[in-house]
């Protein structure tokens, strides 16, 4: 069975801590070209990023061989303009490395929904996630009306027959950025199609933050 299915805007992962990114790397975030799409060794890259952090922060939740994503939907989102990326220049002529990446998807003139939150292994913990995230809510003041208006949100997969512990450690970071729940819904209710891959009863919840 093919397991790798396209979920837009599903629940975040990302990074867990505040401090600056200590490296001497040579990183830019942005929303890349699309003819970056065409770049099979970026994007199949990029792929593997989200799909280990996935498969890493979500291993209870899915049973094994649940896939995050494919080349195909990351292609298609990069031409849309709908993900942000955090990659090392390489060359002068901007030759890039992608090394992280985040979603974002305007639901309305006032509201985006962000997702597809993933950093590469080794720049976990050194604040590569705070800053993409930083970025898309810069994105969505400069996109949806501005200050006191916008409205950044974000979705997260909790299993409700057990408490996750990576789970709930990042709804508290959320918390601490601003976020604040305002529900939860059944995730098969959604994405019924994924109800094969799950290990268990799974609920979303839904946070938001009014950004100034």
Request: overall charge negative; hydrophobic content about 40%.
């Amino acid at each position: 069975m093919d397991t790798s299915v396209s979920v837009p805007s599903a629940p975040l992962t990302g990074g867990l801590s505040d401090p600056p990114v200590k490296s001497s790397r040579n990183i830019e975030i942005e929303i890349p070209p699309s003819s970056i799409a065409d770049d099979e060794a970026f994007v199949a890259t990029l792929v593997g990023i989200i799909n280990a952090a996935y498969t890493e922060t979500e291993a209870d939740i899915f049973k094994p061989g649940y896939v995050r994503t494919s080349v195909q939907d990351i292609g298609t989102l990069i031409r849309s303009g709908q993900l942000a990326t955090a990659s090392e220049i390489t060359t002068p002529s901007g030759g890039r490395v992608p090394l992280g990446c985040i979603s974002i998807q305007k639901l309305s003139d006032s509201r985006a929904e962000l997702g597809l939150f993933a950093v590469a292994a080794e720049l976990r913990r050194q604040g590569l996630g705070r800053d993409l995230l930083r970025f898309a809510e810069q994105w969505c003041l400069d996109n949806l009306g501005g200050p006191g208006v916008a409205i950044a949100e974000l979705h997260l997969l909790f299993p409700t027959h057990f408490e996750h512990p990576f789970k709930v450690r990042l709804q508290e970071w959320y918390t601490r950025k601003g976020y604040h729940l305002t529900g939860s819904r059944d995730f098969l209710l959604d994405y019924p199609q994924l109800e094969p891959l799950l290990a268990g009863p799974t609920e979303y919840r839904i946070l938001q933050k009014k950004l100034t």
